[in-house]
């Protein structure tokens, strides 16, 4: 992470989650009506089980959180995945989704000036300057809306709910790797969903669910779930949140992408112009700098449980 440049393998796994994520919006539209506490539930059980499957084979242990661990934990599964889930839901009541859209492009600023902080270190100022950029190409990608003060409300807690996924998952990134921090967050979040569905819905509201949306909920377990989360916290382990934060703008890109393959129709002007202003964005604060003398950085010290993690901050 105190590398200035971060070279395409690590930046990759980051874009793929971010794109993968982006394709969920489509998918995410067959569950409006069916019992949101309950399938979700069921999805992060699906995942949790998925990942440590995946784990096992891939010969990398999981290590149990102990002390302050299990809260750091804990936040990222109530605000990265209950929370949000509950603030976009009841959001578009109050709000078009464009509106949700849009406080969520904002995340690559906060990540830019928060996450480095976390990390103990200066924030920088490329990538200071090519967040709004991105944020307003993905805005003009998703377009503005109408919504009122509920819908405000909602908004910004999705916003800070995006923001608390990546963040709060600094502090264990080091000792647990991506691994570990995907695996302890969909299992908590597991928890809380079940904990939801049977105190506020009704275990009995799964019985309403239809096959398709099913289908629906097990492509988010899957590929939304183990997969992205896999492929988002090793780029934010390799390249630092702030860094990582900026490939938040792949996300509506493929959102639009996919719409247009499923039947949405051609992208507009305003959608194309944002492409590019998003990929401006992205070259302008991920391009390489230049190399300060000094001391060579020391090489990635091995995480625990055998995964690439980031040095410590000087």
């Known amino acids: 992470m105190n590398t200035p440049s971060a070279p395409l393998r690590d930046l990759a796994p980051g874009i793929a989650g971010m794109a993968l994520v982006g394709s969920s919006v489509t998918v995410s539209r067959s569950l409006v009506d ?8 069921v ?27 299990w809260l750091w934990l804990a936040g990222i ?22 509106v949700i859209a849009v406080a969520v492009a904002s995340v690559p600023i906060l990540l830019g000036l928060m996450g480095p902080l976390l990390e103990g270190r200066r924030p920088s100022r490329q990538v200071l300057l090519a967040a709004p950029v991105v944020m307003a190409g993905a805005v003009l990608v998703e377009g503005t809306g109408r919504t009122d003060a509920a819908g405000v409300a909602w908004a910004s807690l999705a916003l800070g709910c995006e923001a608390g996924f990546t ?18 967050a969909v299992w908590l979040g597991a928890v ?3 904990a939801l569905t ?3 819905e009704g275990p009995s509201e799964l019985a309403s669910v239809a096959p398709g949306q099913w289908a629906a909920a097990g492509y988010l377990a899957v590929m939304v779930t183990a997969v992205a989360f896999l492929l988002w916290y090793r780029t934010v382990a390799a390249v630092g949140a702030g860094r990582a934060g900026l490939l938040t703008g792949v996300a509506p890109l493929a959102a639009a992408a996919a719409g247009a393959l499923t039947g ?51």
């Open 192 to 194: 809380m969903f079940a």
């Open 34 to 41: 069916a019992p949101l506490f309950g399938v979700q539930a």
């Open 198 to 200: 049977v105190f506020v």
């Open 167 to 184: 963040l709060l998952a600094v502090p264990v990134l080091r000792r647990h790797g991506a691994w570990g921090v995907s695996v302890h």
């Open 77 to 98: 599964a109530a605000t990265g995945l209950v929370l949000f889930n509950l603030a976009v839901v009841r959001g578009v009541a109050h709000a078009e989704p464009a």
């Open 43 to 69: 999805r992060y059980a699906a995942a949790a089980l998925i990942l440590l499957v995946l784990a096992r084979l891939a010969r990398v242990a999981v290590l149990r959180p102990r002390g302050r661990e």
């Open 264 to 314: 949405g129709g051609v992208p507009g002007p305003a959608v194309w112009l944002g492409l590019g202003v998003v990929i401006a964005g992205l070259a302008a604060g991920l391009r390489p700098g230049r190399t300060p003398a000094g001391p060579a950085t020391p090489a990635a010290p091995v995480a625990e449980n055998g995964a690439e993690r980031a040095p410590a901050a000087p």
